[in-house]
């Protein structure tokens, strides 16, 4: 089986890693409101908003659109060991991403992508503690054409998890009671 490297730029991920969560922000920072009017006390959810939920435990979940993806935290870091953490997530969704562009290219191309397999690996910086450097290996079967290989890397490179931890967003948390318009405390600087 042959294989072809996508390096994420260590440098560019290790300097973002930490500040990216799995919150979708709205056209607002992301606020943590009480209202009475809603089922959960909380705002109304629109396209761009996504709601994180308490079920119990070390379980939080994230429900967007008709979707729902429950997280939890190993035994020895207090959960029950029932789903991926918050950060396995994050860490699936760099390849999941990459690889529908994959399949996206393939499929484009006439290529039965069912052969095709990415593994992914990261490393971390020993002082930080933080993840510096994500790898994809693209394994191609032995009838992929090689004309291709270059341009499935850059395909690849396409996935907005990619663009996003290049270019990362502002994530911001601020909290406050009643309709949202007083904000007692915000991690954003502009905001203070």
Not at 30 to 46: C, D, Q, Y
Not at 61 to 78: K, L, Y
Not at 148 to 156: F, P, Q, S, T
Request: proline fraction near 6%.
């Amino acid at each position: 089986m042959g294989a072809t490297n996508m390096l994420a730029s260590a440098s560019q991920v290790a300097a973002n890693f930490e500040r990216l969560g799995m919150v979708a922000a709205t056209s607002d920072p992301f606020a943590i409101t009480r209202n009475k009017e809603s089922p959960n006390g909380l705002r109304g959810v629109s396209m761009n908003t996504m709601r994180i939920t308490f079920p119990g435990g070390a379980k939080v979940a994230a429900q967007f659109r008709n979707h729902e993806i429950v997280t939890d935290q190993p035994a020895d870091r207090g959960g029950e060991g029932t789903a991926m953490s918050p950060f396995d997530v994050f860490l699936a969704s760099i390849g999941t991403c990459s690889g529908y562009f994959i399949a996206e290219f393939c499929r484009a191309r006439g290529i039965p992508c069912n052969e095709l397999e990415l593994t992914q690996t990261w490393t971390r910086n020993a002082e930080t503690k933080l993840i510096d450097r994500v790898n994809l290996q693209v394994h191609l079967p032995p009838t992929f054409p090689t004309k291709y290989e270059k341009a499935l890397l850059r395909a690849a490179e396409t996935c907005s998890v990619h663009r996003h931890l290049i270019d990362p967003p502002e994530v911001c948390v601020t909290a406050g009671y009643g309709t949202g318009v007083e904000v007692e405390t915000t991690t954003c600087e502009g905001d203070r």
